[in-house]
């Protein structure tokens, strides 16, 4: 007898539950809306895996690299960890660690026989959103009717990991359809942010968010079509990259919408540092994926690209525009305090900064709205039908019924649109440099309206989802914390649209108060090596290396 | 009154008539087939004219760098001698010596200023096929609906050719709708080879074949969806460069299908050397056209990859694979000679040679010809009923009735086809690596079933296209020519489909004979270097340095 969506979904929830085993079970659940630092005062995890967890991904490859410590050692910890992030989050929709361990026994063995490391990332364990499809999982990617299914393959992505040597454990969670940024879906509810559980962890790589947050993770996978990195790196205080299209292979990945080309979802990491951010990028263009990914560029790391940038942070400084407001929705007082922070430690240091001004992004975000749903969203209710389940409240926009699907020749205008788009934009930034005499290097903006989200309030993505159509590349760098006594509602605004006076009218000082505050870093499209070195600039300025 | 698309067309022949002056017009149209000596026997042109035309880019840059030629002199060498080849060939849409001779004056008077040349290509006169805008000239692409129009900027290549010092002097015939390998159209008629007027000069990017053959241009710059580049090439006997997607800009060219990025149209060079074909490239590359185009990477020329094939073929020599029948459409003995040609000329100089099996080539040529159509070529016939004028007939199965538009979803499958298909070439590429123990350098192939094709014979696109789908790079080198004393009609020949039937039948060893045969190299995505670097060694090693 077939059985309902809520059987299916009950069914995988409990299949979950039993993944984590009793001696690390959190006995009573805290009942403060912070659970950040509980990993530490929970018992479940030894100083020395608490040490391990606390690490940069950096510091335990090279370790495991030079035998100090055992992948076994780093994966039972991260398993540890994860499953307490689990717990607490509720970021996980698959959790292997017995697979995981036997993996990094695998690992533990070779480098006991051949004295030295399978690849650059021996023996680490990294989590993955669950789109990266692993040999003998299942990919549900939140809809149930994808539930039962196990992955035959690996994605790409997986392949150059596991060549690199990383150890795969959990795959974590996602919105139904991938398509907005909280993280809420019918088989496992909602995953909550591990500074407070009011806030969202972001999304649609809100599992990555949580579980690297709270580190249960180290390096996390995930993927970003409208701010799906960026989003979940800045709620919880975390870096993340989003490469340009075609930097990293996508291929063999699970996908709303597969296929759709208009624009291109990418893959990146989320990290507590740049320099991981860069460990996993080098890692994986060391394995030439552009031999497997008919898409991905042969672009090797241009270790001169990151040089350049040194070398103008150490000889006369960086060029900087920045923005705070994009023309559509003003960001809340703890942004606009965010990206002023960030300009004033860049000029402090004695780096250009000057106003850039956003062009056109009212159409920009029109455009790729409208992109997202140029099937008058078929794809995604064809998988949400499938089951029954319905769909959740976040989608609405999305499943708007008077939204149609367009036909081959408005795609193709549509098509024209963003690379005319695109070129306006370069020209303004050609503008920029011409009138400095020297290259603008990169540009600061937010990345959300708002400090990490209330549940059920992320309104705007533009300020993500117009870079995700200029395809230029973006590192998140965590800045501050919303702060009830700096932040006060401001009370000379005055609204654009009904958008924006909404999303202002729902700042609250109070219920913000603590939630991460991140900026993005905006670099021309395929400048990774440059705009990592910048973001590391940015962030040893703002003196964010935070420990939880 | 409006006019009738024959009286539009009738004015069109007449003001380009009107642009050759009466010195330069030919008294007596020669009676012969070819007239690819008659340049040298005209008398229109000097003898240090006759000169300048017959040498090489290179040495003409280098010439014009050093001040031991000015532009106006080689300037009004190849105006002369372009229109000597419009006159017998039909290879013009737009002519306009006059403005070319004063870009020319300009350059040479900021050389006599500042001593120096202002880019790679100072004072050099390149051909552009007609879809390539230059402000104040009409890009009708052989619609005669867009005839009348003046464009009111540069395309983007223009623009990086102009700031490299070239000099504009033609824009030369296309087939209407671009998407076809002969060359005609209702507003100039057929243009012809210079080699034999019964075959035809290739298309679409015809004209630069016929005017870069007869050498009334050095450099021709044409495109290719599917062979544009490439045929023309093949037909006349020079080298042509099908870039991958993204290295050289398209961007504010017209098109047919403008928008279609299933499958990119691109843009590259045809020349008599590959040293010419690399001229361009990093002429073009110097000028970071990835600030101006925002579909191009930024990936500058990289001396290094070039380097890499250098020491290759020093030591140890190259890994090439090859074949001569897709599995579609056996070519005609003239062309099987000349892949055996090559591939014997590589093994007598110790390169290894293995055959390559063509995968699944019928697949990917179904599913690219079916990418044409997506919109059910709605497009190309509003542009062509705009005016009233007929479908050429070698468009016939471009706009069958039979064909209909595909849906978003439809498209979004068809993505995943070509991705998949891209992807499953990768893993034969990596096999065959795996199986010699060493890279897989190029492919050898030919990229068209008949030498220089007869007149509306022109029936099989694979050879060419399924290298668009999996988007390699290209370089086709000339061969050699059919001879009617070797190339005997293939007796032992047994059809595997109806076209391959055909196509066979259509052999001719009497009207072939001297036709140019070519192959092409195929290297891997955005491998340009390296592939110019083997096509080069497979030049040299063929001795097929040709002078008219």
Redesign the interface.
């Known amino acids: 007898m077939p059985q309902s969506w809520e059987e299916l979904a009950a069914d995988k929830r409990a299949r979950l539950a039993k993944t984590i085993p009793d001696e690390w079970k959190v006995q009573t659940l805290p009942a403060e809306d912070s659970v950040i630092d509980f990993p530490k005062k929970s018992g479940i995890l030894s100083e020395a895996e608490l040490k391990i967890t606390e690490a940069s991904a950096a510091d335990l490859v090279s370790k495991l690299a030079a035998g100090e410590l055992t992948s076994v050692e780093v994966t039972l910890a991260f398993c540890k960890r994860a499953a307490i992030a689990q717990q607490l989050t509720n970021c996980a929709h698959e959790f292997f660690p017995d697979a995981a361990l036997a993996q990094a026994r695998e690992l533990d063995e070779y480098y006991a026989k051949h004295k030295r490391p399978v690849g650059p990332l021996h023996g680490l364990p990294i989590s993955l959103k669950d789109q990266l499809r692993v040999k003998g999982y299942e990919t549900s990617m939140g809809y149930i009717s994808w539930l039962n299914k196990y992955d035959e393959g690996d994605s790409?992505l997986t392949t150059m990991l596991r060549k690199a040597g990383a150890v795969f454990y959990v795959k974590t969670s996602v919105p139904q359809t991938l398509m907005v940024c909280e993280t809420v879906n019918n088989i496992i509810g909602r995953t909550v942010n591990p500074r407070n559980k009011n806030w969202s962890c972001g999304g649609s790589s809100g599992g990555e968010g949580a579980i690297v947050g709270i580190r249960g993770g180290v390096i996390g996978v995930g993927t970003d079509i409208g701010g799906s990195i960026r989003v979940p790196a800045a709620f919880n205080f975390l870096y993340g990259l989003r490469p340009s299209h075609?930097r990293l292979p996508y291929?063999k990945m699970a996908n709303s919408?597969?296929?759709?080309?208009?624009v291109h979802s990418v893959v990146g990491p989320i990290t507590h540092s740049v320099e991981d951010l860069r460990l996993f990028t080098k890692s994986v263009l060391g394995q030439e994926p552009?031999?497997?990914?008919?898409?991905v560029?042969?672009?090797p790391w241009r270790q001169s690209e990151s040089d350049i940038i040194a070398s103008k942070i150490k000889n006369g400084g960086l060029n900087i525009g920045y923005y705070n407001f994009d023309g559509n929705v003003l960001p809340h007082p703890p942004i606009l305090r965010g990206v002023e922070t960030t300009v004033a430690a860049l000029a402090k240091a004695g780096h250009t900064v000057t106003p850039w001004t956003p062009y056109k992004h009212d159409f920009g975000h029109d455009l790729i709205s409208h992109i997202y749903a140029?099937?008058?969203s078929?794809?995604v209710m064809r998988d949400i039908s499938a089951s029954g389940e319905p769909a959740i409240p976040n989608i609405k926009d999305l499943l708007n019924p008077n939204i149609k699907?367009?036909?081959?020749?408005e795609?193709?205008?549509?098509?024209?649109q963003k690379?005319n788009y695109?070129?306006e934009?370069?020209?303004k930034?050609?503008e920029a440099e011409e009138k400095a005499g020297k290259e603008l290097d990169a540009i600061i903006a937010p990345i959300t309206p708002t400090a990490a989200v209330r549940h059920d309030q992320f309104r705007y993505y533009g300020y993500a989802s117009v870079i995700n159509l200029?395809?230029f590349t973006s590192v998140v760098v965590p800045v501050t914390f919303a702060d009830k006594n700096i932040d006060k509602k401001n009370e000379s605004f005055k609204a654009v649209s009904e958008l924006d006076a909404l999303v202002q009218e729902e700042y609250d000082p109070e219920a913000y108060h603590g939630a991460p505050v991140a900026v993005q870093v905006i670099g021309?499209?395929?400048?990774e090596e440059r705009t990592l070195a910048i973001a590391e600039e940015v962030g040893k300025l703002l003196g964010n290396v935070v420990t939880p």
Chains 1, 2 share one sequence.
Not at 405 to 409: K, L, R
Not at 411 to 416: E, S, V
């Open positions: 790409v075609g291929a919408m597969e296929g759709q080309e208009t552009w031999k497997y990914d008919s898409k560029i042969p672009m140029a099937d008058g078929a794809d699907a367009v036909n081959m020749n795609l193709w205008d549509t098509h024209l690379w695109q070129m934009y370069l020209e930034w050609r200029l395809d021309r499209r395929l400048s």
